[in-house]
């Protein structure tokens, strides 16, 4: 796959990208060239923003990695982050409410369901006690609900949802069928977790709201993304690149195809254009 694009739109005025399987290679580092390539970019006065499903507590170890922190657009659009202050900028959380309602449709609807939630901006976690924990757990920020209503407590900027008794793909239907006008379902692994937010928040909306805030419209922001989460920040972008190792739904809308994330595709990318 190339990283040249195919035609000279205009210089990017913002860059945004997504992490895991997009900027990250698989080991889930940041390349040294990758880091290079983005260091040099923000040096020269460029915006470049991370948009991710991850959430803000998973940030640091990708700092780490940088020459200087970015903003970043967390929990597929419900958090938008300031690295530089520590700040949340915008928080769009679940309401308890409609915490307490979508989960009560899909325990009625998809047997086996359990749950998590991101709550406090994403600095925390909760979750039910057989729900699998993929990454070391933090006692401090991460811990298993005290009671079935701890679900719904508190708003959260994201409901997790992983199946116990059905195959990923389908639990990822029935679950976005069963929620679909009540709030947004989408994916960003093929393991079968479904992330669900309020209606209306993606990572396009997340993004948008900070574009407008440094008045960048919409066909002057350049998109790399690999899953499905992505969709909306791509078809909303004026232009959307996706990785080799993409998602067929995103290969299919993307504008052009860098070279996968293991093969630092952004970054290559990105230093193939005439800044």
């Known amino acids: 796959m190339g990283t040249t694009p195919a035609s000279s739109p205009p210089a990017p005025r913002l860059v945004a990208t997504d992490l895991d399987g997009t900027l990250l290679r698989s080991d889930r580092t940041v390349s040294p060239y990758t880091a290079e390539v983005l260091g040099r970019i923000t040096a020269a006065g460029h915006r470049v923003v991370l948009v991710t499903g991850r959430p803000v507590r998973w940030l640091k170890l990708v700092y780490d990695q940088l020459a200087e922190p970015v903003p970043?657009?967390?929990?597929?659009?419900?958090?938008?982050y300031d690295p530089l202050t520590d700040t949340v900028l915008r928080a769009d959380a679940l309401s308890p409410d409609l915490l307490a309602e979508v989960a009560r449709r899909l325990r009625a609807a998809v047997p086996g369901v359990c749950f998590a939630v991101?709550?406090?901006?994403?600095?925390?976690m909760r979750h039910e006690a057989p729900f699998p924990l993929r990454w070391e757990s933090d006692p401090d920020l991460i811990r298993a609900f005290t009671s079935p209503e701890e679900l719904h407590a508190v708003p959260a900027v994201k409901l997790l949802a992983r199946p116990t008794e059905h195959e990923p793909e389908v639990f990822i239907k029935l679950v976005s069928a069963t929620v679909a006008g009540?709030?947004?379902?989408?994916?960003?692994?093929?393991s079968g977790l479904v992330e669900i937010s309020a209606a209306g928040v993606t990572k396009a909306a997340g993004l948008a709201w900070l574009c407008n805030r440094h008045g960048v419209p919409a066909d002057r922001v350049l998109a790399f993304g690999d899953m499905p989460n992505d969709l909306p920040m791509l078809t909303w972008a004026g232009r959307a690149v996706a990785v080799a190792n993409a998602h067929p739904t995103v290969l299919e809308i993307a504008d052009e195809v860098a070279r996968s994330n293991d093969e630092d595709g952004v970054a290559a990318y990105l230093d193939a254009l005439d800044w």
Do not use: K
């Open 72 to 80: 970043a657009v967390c929990a597929n659009g419900a958090v938008v």
């Open 118 to 124: 991101e709550i406090t901006d994403s600095r925390e």
């Open 182 to 190: 009540l709030a947004e379902a989408t994916h960003s692994t093929y």
